[in-house]
């Protein structure tokens, strides 16, 4: 395991402990690593209006477009148990919105930051959508 990815399984725990999730009971942590080479977290914030809900994808991307960052490389996602905890399907829109033409790589990690699966960006949102569809019609 590179130092990296310590660093960045660290940081998706450190978020995880943040989690608000009294309802779900469900704490997730997430950590991108830009192109940079800067980490950015976030963690799931629930609702008593369950669907206002916000997962830890969404929190970890708000941060990094906060601080002025536009390309994920890599997503760890971190879940409180040892099932894969992969991004739903809205973090997974989210996600390609940033990620690079080749892709980013995405690992899900399990409740003591074991790696429970390693995947990119392309094979959890095949044909997507992206910010190249709307410039195609744009320049017409
Ligand atoms: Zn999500």
Request: hydrophobic share 40%; net charge negative; charged share 20%.
């Amino acid at each position: 395991m590179t130092d990296q990815l310590d660093a960045m399984i660290k940081a998706a725990r450190d978020a995880r402990d943040l989690a608000y999730a009294p309802y779900s009971k469900h704490p997730v942590g997430a950590a991108i690593l830009t192109r940079s080479g800067h980490i950015y977290a976030g963690c799931n914030v629930e609702n008593a209006a369950y669907p206002l809900g916000a997962c830890a994808e969404t929190g970890a991307i708000s941060a990094m477009v906060m601080a002025g960052e536009r390309i994920i490389d890599h997503v760890v996602v971190i879940g409180p148990g040892d099932v894969a905890c992969t991004p739903c399907g809205g973090c997974r829109q989210k996600i390609r919105e940033f990620a690079p033409a080749e892709g980013c790589k995405v690992t899900i990690c399990g409740r003591d930051g074991q790696v429970l699966l390693e995947t990119d960006s392309h094979a959890l949102l095949p044909y997507s959508f992206g910010p190249d569809n709307v410039h195609e019609m744009q320049d017409e």
